[in-house]
């Protein structure tokens, strides 16, 4: 018997007569139209959706820091609430801000406290913090000698935070000093 016929036995009629006639009866039906691999793709595609959202989010955040700023706040506190002309105050300023936790980013941070320098003069310290730093607390403490007394009530102004070289807005309220005024038929 020779190889062909002895095949032929094996299978039984299994071997088409034509070489492709055993794919004609057959229509085939692409792998993408399987419900798996719709499922897979639609999956994939939500997926890819979602990091491209959050890609944008975190390049927002991280681009401009007023859109990454969740909370910004300060407290400012004095060791007295009255003074007279030639009194030292003690001023502690403390400013909180934080970013968002995750990524949290390192930002070039300016924290300006001002005063109104027609009745008070610095002594000691500095009224401005500069630091690299992404988020916290930051007090620093300096001390002001009343030099003036013409207005009796005084509301010492917010600091400003600067992240970036963008100004960030605070809440907070700001500590109020009395000043004594001294007239003239006392003297």
């Given at each position: 018997?020779?190889s ?9 009629g299994w ?32 997926a ?40 030292i ?46 988020g ?14 013409d ?24 500590a ?5 005024t ?6």
């Amino acid at each position: 018997m020779d190889s062909k016929n002895h095949l032929q036995n094996r299978i039984r009629g299994w071997l088409p007569k034509e070489p492709f006639a055993a794919y004609a009866n057959k229509p085939l039906k692409p792998r993408w139209k399987k419900p798996a691999w719709i499922a897979l793709t639609l999956v994939a595609m939500v997926a890819l959706s979602f990091l491209a959202y959050r890609g944008i989010q975190i390049y927002i955040n991280y681009s401009n820091p007023q859109a990454d700023v969740t909370a910004s706040y300060f407290d400012k506190s004095l060791n007295c609430t009255t003074a007279n002309v030639g009194d030292i105050v003690e001023v502690k300023t403390r400013v909180y801000w934080h970013g968002h936790v995750f990524p949290e980013f390192q930002r070039q941070v300016n924290i300006i406290d001002s005063f109104p320098q027609n009745n008070f003069e610095l002594v000691s310290g500095n009224n401005t913090l500069q630091y690299n730093g992404s988020g916290g607390g930051d007090q620093f403490t300096y001390l002001l000698k009343v030099i003036g007394n013409d207005i009796p009530s005084i509301e010492l102004p917010k600091p400003r935070l600067y992240l970036d070289g963008s100004e960030i807005p605070l809440a907070g309220t700001s500590a109020v000093i009395e000043l004594q005024t001294v007239s003239e038929s006392e003297s």
